[in-house]
C-alpha cells in the first residue's frame, strides 16, 4: 500500500519545483501575513530541491526571508494603522486571539528589537508577532532588520535541514512500515501538547490577575 506521507512529500515537492524562487517568495509573503500555509511546509522541500540541484540553497534563504520580511512588514502596517479593534475583530480568522496580542505586547515591552529577533526565528511563536508590533508603533526601520534577521535564522534551519535531512527521512520511510501511523500519532500529540501548553499559559494568565 502506498504512503501517504511519501505522497504528499512528492506533491509538495513538485509544487515547490513548479513555482521556482516567485513562487516561494509569493508564498512566504502570504505566510508573513496570515500564515495559511506554514513555512514548514515550504522552506525544507526548497532545500531538498537544492540538495537535488533544482536551486541553489543560498538563494532559497534568501527568497524566503524577503518574502516573509515582506508579508510581516505589511501585518505591521495593518497593525499600525489598524490598531487593536481591526486585529481583534479578524485575527481570529488566522488563528490570532486576544490572548497571542497581550502576550506579544508585554513580550515586546519587555525586549523590544531582541524579542522581535527571536520571536520571528522561533516556531509557533512568529505567526503572531507582526500585529502586535505595528499596534506598538515599533520603529519601522528596527523592525525591519529584527525581523529580517529573524526570519533569516529560521529559514536557514529550514533549508539546511531539508538540504540535509529529508533524503534521509525520505529513505527511512520508504523502508518502515507503518510511517504514516507514526506520523499521525507524532502530529495528534504535538497538538494535545500545543493545546496544553495555551492552557497553561492561559491559566498563569488568570492566576497573575488575580
Known amino acids: 500500500m502506498p504512503s501517504l506521507f511519501l505522497g504528499l512529500t512528492e506533491w509538495i515537492t513538485s ?26 511546509l515550504i522552506v525544507p522541500f526548497a532545500g531538498h530541491l537544492a540538495q ?8 532559497v534563504i534568501a527568497v524566503a526571508t524577503v518574502g516573509s520580511t515582506f508579508g510581516s512588514t505589511v501585518a505591521y502596517y495593518i497593525g499600525y494603522y489598524g ?41 509557533g511563536v512568529r505567526s503572531f508577532m507582526s500585529f502586535p508590533a505595528g499596534m506598538a508603533k515599533m520603529n519601522l526601520k528596527r523592525y525591519v532588520v ?13 533549508a ?18 507503518n510511517i504514516d501511523l507514526y506520523i499521525v500519532v507524532a502530529a495528534i500529540a504535538g497538538i494535545v501538547g500545543y493545546v496544553y501548553w495555551r492552557k ?9 490577575k488575580a
Not at 524562487?21 to 500564515?35: A, D, R, S
Not at 537535488?52 to 538563494?59: C, H, K, M, Q
Not at 497553561?200 to 497573575?208: E, T
Open 15 to 40: 509544487v515547490v519545483a513548479g513555482l521556482g524562487y516567485p513562487g516561494i517568495f509569493l508564498l512566504m509573503t502570504v505566510e508573513g501575513i496570515i500564515t495559511p500555509i506554514p513555512s514548514e
Open 200 to 208: 497553561r499559559r492561559a491559566a498563569r494568565r488568570v492566576q497573575a
Open 83 to 123: 490598531g487593536r479593534p481591526l486585529v481583534l475583530r479578524y485575527g481570529r480568522f488566522v488563528g490570532l486571539g486576544e490572548d497571542d496580542i497581550r502576550w506579544a505586547e508585554t513580550w515586546f515591552k519587555k525586549y523590544g528589537d531582541w524579542g522581535n529577533f527571536l520571536g520571528h526565528a522561533l516556531p
Open 160 to 177: 539546511v535541514a531539508g538540504f540535509l535531512l529529508l533524503d534521509r527521512w525520505i529513505a527511512v520511510a520508504e523502508t518502515t512500515s
Open 52 to 59: 537535488r540541484g533544482v536551486f541553489n540553497l543560498g538563494i
Open 146 to 158: 529584527s525581523t529580517a534577521l529573524g526570519s533569516a535564522a529560521w529559514n536557514t534551519v529550514l
